[in-house]
C-alpha cells in the first residue's frame, strides 16, 4: 500500500496516494490504524492536476488538517508552492490552499472555510458538527461514554466533542466518525479549532483566535464575513 504520513499540529493522518476501491477502504483504514500507531485518520488522494487533487476521507466526513495535508503532499510533489484546489468529501464546494514551503517537507497552509452555524453550544461546518463543553465541568470519561449517541442524535457522518478551557484557548478534541466507527482523542483538530474560534467570536466577539491543540496551535481569523484558518503541515 502506498501512502504518506502527515502531521499537521499533531494530527497524524494517513494519505493513501495509491486507487482502491470503496468496497476495500475499510479494510484499508484498519491496517493503516495498526501499521502506524499515532494515526488518528486516513483519507484517500487522487492527483486531478498540477494544482488540484481530491481527498475522500475514511468516513466521508470533512477534515481540514487533512485537506491541508493534501494541498501540502501536491505542492511536494510539484516541488513548488502557491493555491491548491482540494475537492474534499464532506464540503459543497471544493477548498483553495494557499500553500507555502517552510522547509524540507515543512509547509504552512492557508484555507478559506465556508462559515458554521451555531445551535447553542453546538457548531455545525460542512460534513461535521463539534459541541464546546467546558474543561471545568466535563471529564474526558464522561465524554468518551456519551459522544456516540449524541452523534446519533446529531445525525451526521462525523460530530466532536470539545474539551475547551476559556481562560488559555486550549482544547481536548474527542471526534467520532461514524462510518469507520474510530473514536480518537484528536492531538489536532482543524474544524474542532474552527468550532471553538466561532463559539468565542459569537458569544465574545473575538474576531482572531490562536486555538491551543495539544499537539500545537491552529490560527483562526474572520474578516468581513470569511473565515481563515492556519497551520503546518510536516510530511
Known sequence: MNYIVANPSGNITVLVTQNVPAAERLDVVRDMFEKEPTCEQVGFVKVLGEDRISLEMMGGEFCGNATMSTAAYLADINGGEGKIVVEASGADEPVEVQIVRKGVKEYTGTL???????????????????????????????????????????????????????DDCSIEPLVYVKGSDTLVWENGCASGSIATAYYRYVKQGIAESAVKNPGGVLNVKFDGGRLFITGTVIL
Do not use: C, W
Open 112 to 166: 478559506e472555510m465556508p462559515m458554521p452555524t451555531i445551535d447553542g453550544n453546538v457548531v455545525k461546518l460542512d460534513g461535521i458538527s463539534h459541541m464546546i463543553v467546558p474543561a471545568s465541568e466535563t471529564s474526558r470519561e464522561e465524554m468518551e461514554a456519551v459522544i456516540k449517541g449524541i452523534a446519533d442524535e446529531q445525525d451526521v457522518l462525523a460530530f466532536g466533542m470539545i474539551r475547551y478551557d476559556e
